[in-house]
């Protein structure tokens, strides 16, 4: 990788370049960025570093190994030079422009820079153009639709926009940001390859601007298109490549990429909070949830990816930490998508899940393609036993990202609920494509095939079989291989499968019906072919208990041993000719 002063140097340069374009996401990203690459201590107080502390600890508890700035064997970085400002003539123009644009005022914006020909005010006036599009749009669909419909309304910018930004790419006269913008457009009318190559040319011309990463990710659905663009191989292509990863559910893939770039950018919030989102999709909770609480140490007034958190804290049933969390985001910005979201799961933890719908409705006016808002709603209508209104949420959720397992998921579990196994299926069959190492996926898939209408066994237990592998924590899948080999008159393989639940429930300290329901079938299933010795063991385990299982095992004993006693030895000479 590039030096860290080298980093520290474009990346300066690039926050400038974004803001005077009013590209402020991507510039805030470039600073949490900048801030998170190690200051040289003989430069820098106490003070100064005091940010960038606690992410360490972080890397210390979680990094198997140091990783340092040398770049991979055999990877070179090539250095893209910095962009030059132009246009002094028209700066003041341009100032009063970017003055209304920052004041929402963005028709305004593109007529005072209609006669500039500069490549900055031609960038400012076609994106302000194009926001005030966006805004007529979101305007139409409340009028006709309300804020949560449904509507056709379109950009009526897109076409003139279009015709203007493909002249000038053709012509080569449009610049980075330019065709940023042009990849925009295309991507909303349709035109994905298109779009791609444009992306592709705007971020190897200008590799800062995350938002032009952002966008080409969207459009890389699979991991052959992934493969196939043609990038720099500029130090901002590792983040994008671990965020692809990350999106095309490669966790393992992804985390490798960003422990690389912590060789270089050790105290970046963005980067642990990446993590944590790969280990949330790992499932491995304990970790997200001691990294999400060590970037609100760092960060205390931080709302971005709290919402994550938040359904850590729900998985976990942790109340007093999601009602802290939840009273902590409400007093930073309450009015913020994720703050409502992360109030909604408060509600649903408390089991109110009519305020909790009020709530990610609230986040979904704030922003209509929240994802984790639409799913999440999706699961509360299911708890309130409304599945049309669940199959909405969940179809709208898949409407904005066909990738999202939880949301097809979701759809199987209403189409469960409205008793219609095989659309059940198809759904769970989506979802268990997109997370294979899910277990809880394969248990309802297996359930669905278990139903009167399907009585599919034989799939069933290949379901189940992939849930064991998959670290089935719920302990479900071992009990019910066990139980259908029994139905189906294979008495060997069910006391196999009895036998692995009885060990896994033994290593966890686990009590329950299911280890009763498995020693009970094991002493019986001994005694039937003679092994009274282990028989015996199980009976002596079921006299610990204190119900009918008890007296089962009495009497089973009692049995054993009669039958050890009683009968003479097997002599032919007893039996008459």
């Known amino acids: 990788m590039s030096s860290k002063e080298s980093c520290r140097n474009e990346l300066r340069s690039a926050i400038r370049q974004l803001s005077n374009r009013c590209l402020y996401s991507a510039a805030k990203w470039a600073a949490e960025q900048l801030v998170g690459i190690e200051q040289d201590p003989a430069k820098y107080t106490p003070t100064n570093t005091r940010f960038q502390r606690g992410s360490s600890s972080i890397r210390r508890r979680f990094r198997t190994n140091d990783i340092t700035s040398t770049p991979v064997a055999g990877v070179s970085y090539v250095s893209t030079p910095v962009m030059e400002e132009d246009e002094v003539e028209d700066s003041d123009f341009y100032l009063l422009a970017k003055s209304y644009f920052d004041c929402r005022e963005y028709r305004r914006a593109a007529h005072v820079l209609r006669d500039q020909t500069g490549r900055r005010s031609v960038f400012l006036r076609c994106y302000a153009l194009y926001l005030a599009g966006e805004k007529r749009k979101e305007e139409e669909m409340i009028e006709l639709e309300g804020p949560l419909g449904k509507s056709n309304a379109v950009n009526r910018e897109l076409i003139s926009l279009e015709r203007e930004l ?17 990849g925009i457009v295309l991507k909303d009318k349709g035109n994905e390859n298109l779009a791609r190559t444009v992306f592709v040319e705007s971020v190897n011309s200008y590799p800062w601007n995350w938002n032009a990463w952002s966008e080409l990710k969207s459009l890389c659905t699979s ?18 490549l671990a965020s692809a990863y990350q999106e ?28 944590a989102k790969a280990q949330y999709s790992l499932r491995e909770f304990e970790q997200v949830e001691v990294i999400f609480e060590e970037l609100l140490r760092n960060d205390p007034y931080r709302v971005d990816d709290m919402d994550m958190y938040s359904n850590v804290l729900y998985a976990k049933e942790c109340f007093s930490a999601l009602s802290y969390l939840a009273h902590r985001v409400f007093m930073t910005d309450k009015y913020r998508p994720e703050s409502c979201c992360i109030i909604g799961n408060y509600y649903s ?52 990202n066909p990738r999202d397992y939880r949301a097809w998921y979701g759809l199987g579990q209403a189409y469960e609920m409205m008793h219609m196994p095989l659309y059940a299926l198809h759904y769970f069959r989506k979802s268990v494509f997109l997370q294979p190492n899910d277990s809880r996926l394969w248990i309802a898939m297996a359930q669905c095939y278990e139903t009167e209408q399907l009585h599919m066994l034989e ?11 998959c670290n089935d924590s719920e302990a479900i899948a071992l009990n019910q291989l066990a139980k259908l080999h029994h139905a189906l008159g294979r008495d060997e393989e ?16 686990r009590e329950g019906p299911n280890m009763v329901e498995a020693l009970i079938f094991l002493a019986t299933h001994c005694r039937a072919h003679g092994r009274f010795e282990e028989a015996e063991v199980y009976c002596t385990r079921l006299l610990d208990y204190t119900g009918p299982e008890k007296e089962t095992a009495k009497i089973m004993l009692r049995g054993m041993r009669m039958a050890q006693s009683s009968f003479p030895p097997m002599d032919v000479e007893h039996f008459p000719p």
């Not at 709603?377 to 949420?393: C, F, L, Q, R, S």
């Open 223 to 240: 991991i052959d298109i992934l493969n196939s663009l043609n990038l720099n191989n500029h130090w901002m292509k590792d983040y994008f």
């Open 349 to 400: 933890l408390k089991g109110q899940h009519e305020k909790s719908v009020v709530y990610f409705r609230r986040a979904l006016k704030l922003d209509k393609n929240y994802l984790s808002a639409w799913t999440l709603m999706g699961h509360e209508y299911v708890e309130m036993k409304n599945t049309p209104a669940a199959i909405d949420a969940y179809r709208r959720a898949v409407d904005i």
């Open 494 to 509: 069910a006391a196999f499968y009895y036998k692995k639940d009885l060990e896994r429930m033994e290593a966890e300290e």
């Open 459 to 469: 799939e069933a237990i290949k379901c189940y079989r992939r849930a064991a592998n």
């Open 248 to 275: 095309l559910r490669m966790h393992n893939e992804s985390l490798t990429k960003y422990e690389y770039l912590q060789g270089t950018f050790s105290f970046s919030n963005y980067i642990q909070a990446q993590i």
């Open 166 to 182: 493909s002249t000038s790419w053709k012509n080569g006269t449009v610049d980075p940001f330019g065709l940023y913008l042009y």
